[in-house]
């Protein structure tokens, strides 16, 4: 077994370190992939907001010389994110992404907000066929189950990487309380049956798969924001209220990524002969590969203790 | 022009309409026409004002009847229900879903019925059904624009079962272009160059197929209508003059209870989108500017 500070990693100094160990010789392990939570150094609890914007800043100085960009989806991660910078008087360009018209009710909240604020986004439009043809060679490469939104990500990272630019996304860990409106795949998820607390979803590994060179998983980027946000959250109220709360954003709900069964209701838009293929083959792969798309990484209090504790470093 | 003989909807009919387009004549010169009737000025009041005094009359018109609210997500019955709630009117939302196609949309109504702790009937049904259901109506009318309509249908079938009264968020449109959701208006050359309120043809079809309904709260009197007028802003465009107006929450709007990408392409409805396109001229009737309209509905 390799030890963990042999593994490659994610974030700040990689300090998420992960194996992944799906692959066609064994479509089945024990853990589909593996997380590693490994910070160097005692992390104290602060406000969301300053943790913010030191991960802000921090990205800032890691990453100088090099241009901003946001992947804005609509959504309130991304939009608190934009305005932690706006308030900090940090120059980026937001990037909206539109698959067809897939994510018009999304896109719709990124588009107020730069037009409120004033700030001239960079719109890529992509069809929703490129999107899943895309998707779908990440698929067969990394053998995941959950390539669309992370694709999605990866043309936006295009657009930063052409720019001699980074790309921050809204995405890290994620918090699990079933039930949860938003956690039906998590709570039909054997291995993480009886389970609460906080786990890592392989699209935001892919993410880091895809784009190694961006600091794209910005809730994990150092151990004060991910402490911060579960030191954070409230425990009686559901994932949407909370981030609502602690962003202090306008509540919306999500499109989200454009799965199966969402393509299926959409085929009827692009050339159905494709759409077709690619439905096939997306769906075969997304059910019949692998167990889990969520690595369990432990209660709030066994995490809280992990950042605070002397014994764990 | 004999008015009276025409027929109505709203508080003692005094919004009148006729159906001009029909399958001997589906060009007309107007695909329909609408008469605001007032029989007394109104007095300027706010809109808030002139929302309670709206749920308060429709309560003693339709007295002893329960009362239903179609709620899609939208703010304007989103405004709605905010008045019934806070003039201590006993009501049963109704969430309408065409599978899952209007999530985005519902998801509104749900969180604003969890928040009130009000109790909501929910209608699902598949997209077939909804898609079989808008060409009958089409056929039966001679209608272009009706893809909300089938849904209203189901809410006031439900209201009809239940010895009950159907509301919704429905009333005539504003015509400021360019504005965003007004993409159909600015292509109507009917509306070439006005500016000020429309009729849209889908109300007229609603009022046709529930005319036992008082759907179009918001056009239910004529003070109602005229408080919105009143009020509406023209510097900002209609979703930021709603947000404003009914002080809800901001959100986009499908629109429609499914996406509007299946028109062109899907087979079910190939068919109606042809017919759409082929027949009649437009989807609105012109009812003139703000200033026309505040004149009209204040002069003694």
């Not at chain 1, 392990?29 to 593996?34: L, N, Y």
């Not at chain 2, 408080?227 to 809800?248: H, M, V």
Request: proline letters at 6%.
């Amino acid at each position: 077994m390799i030890e963990l500070n042999q593994l490659p990693g994610m974030c700040k100094d990689q300090w998420i370190k992960y194996r992944w160990n799906r692959n066609y010789d064994n479509p089945y392990p024990e853990h589909d992939f593996e997380i590693y939570f490994q910070p160097k150094k005692i992390t104290k609890i602060v406000p969301m907001d300053i943790a913010a914007r030191n991960a802000i800043e921090d990205i800032c100085n890691t990453y100088k010389n090099k241009k901003i960009y946001l992947a804005m989806s609509g959504g309130v991660d991304s939009e608190y994110i934009a305005r932690i910078m706006i308030d900090m008087k940090i120059n980026f360009v937001p990037i909206i992404l539109e698959v067809d018209t897939w994510n018009k009710l999304d896109v719709w909240w990124a588009y107020r907000w730069c037009k409120k604020n004033n700030v001239d986004p960079y719109v890529l439009k992509i069809s929703l066929s490129d999107l899943l043809l895309k998707s779908i060679s990440h698929a067969k490469k990394y053998c995941t189950r959950k390539p669309t939104g992370p694709t999605g990500l990866n043309f936006c990272a295009e657009v930063a990487r052409q720019n001699k630019g980074v790309l921050i996304t809204g995405t890290g860990s994620h918090e699990l309380y079933i039930p949860d409106p938003i956690m039906t795949e998590e709570a039909n998820d054997l291995t993480l049956k009886n389970k609460i607390g906080y786990v890592f979803s392989e699209a935001d590994l892919l993410k880091h798969l895809l784009m190694p060179d961006m600091p794209c998983v910005f809730y994990n980027w150092t151990p004060e924001i991910t402490l911060a946000y579960i030191a954070a959250r409230n425990p009686d109220k559901t994932t949407e209220e909370n981030r609502f709360g602690i962003f202090n954003c306008l509540p919306r709900p999500k499109m989200g990524e454009p799965g199966p069964k969402g393509y299926k209701n959409f085929s009827n838009s692009t050339s159905q002969i494709e759409a077709i293929l690619t439905y096939k083959i997306f769906t075969h792969l997304r059910f019949d590969i692998g167990i889990s798309d969520s690595f369990y990484l432990g209660t709030k209090e066994q995490l809280i203790n992990l950042f605070t504790n002397y014994e764990n470093i | 022009m004999d008015y009276d003989s025409l027929p109505g909807f709203g508080k003692d009919q005094w919004i009148k309409y006729r159906w001009n387009r029909n399958y001997d004549n589906p060009y007309p010169e107007h695909d329909f026409e609408v008469f605001l009737r007032p029989k007394l000025p109104s007095e300027i009041v706010t809109l808030e004002i002139a929302a309670d005094n709206a749920a308060q009359d429709i309560c003693n018109t339709y007295r002893n009847k329960k009362i239903y609210l179609a709620m899609s997500g939208g703010i304007d019955s989103e405004f709605v229900a905010n008045i019934l709630l806070k003039n201590d009117i006993a009501f049963t939302p109704i969430i309408f879903s065409v599978d899952d196609h209007n999530l985005l949309d519902t998801w509104w109504a749900y969180r604003w019925c969890k928040e009130n702790k009000i109790n909501y009937k929910n209608i699902t049904i598949s997209i077939d059904d909804y898609f079989r259901n808008m060409i009958e109506i089409a056929k039966k009318f001679c209608a272009k624009m009706i893809p909300g309509s089938p849904a209203a249908q189901y809410c006031a079938n439900l209201a009809r079962e239940n010895d009950g009264i159907l509301l919704s968020g429905c009333a005539f449109n504003e015509l400021y272009i360019p504005d965003p959701i007004m993409p159909d208006e600015a292509n109507d050359p009917t509306l070439s160059d006005k500016t000020g309120y429309i009729h849209s043809e889908i109300e007229i079809v609603k009022a046709m197929l529930m005319p036992d309904m008082p759907i179009t709260f918001l056009n239910w009197n004529p003070e109602i209508t005229l408080s919105y007028i009143i009020s509406r802003d023209p510097n900002k465009n209609t979703e930021e003059n709603r947000f404003d107006l009914y002080k809800c929450s901001p959100r986009p709007k499908t629109a429609l209870p499914i996406p509007y990408h299946f028109f062109e392409n899907d087979n079910r409805i190939k068919g109606w989108y042809q017919l759409w396109h082929d027949i009649g001229t437009t989807t609105s009737y012109y009812l003139g500017t703000s200033k026309e309209l505040i004149n009209l509905l204040t002069k003694r």
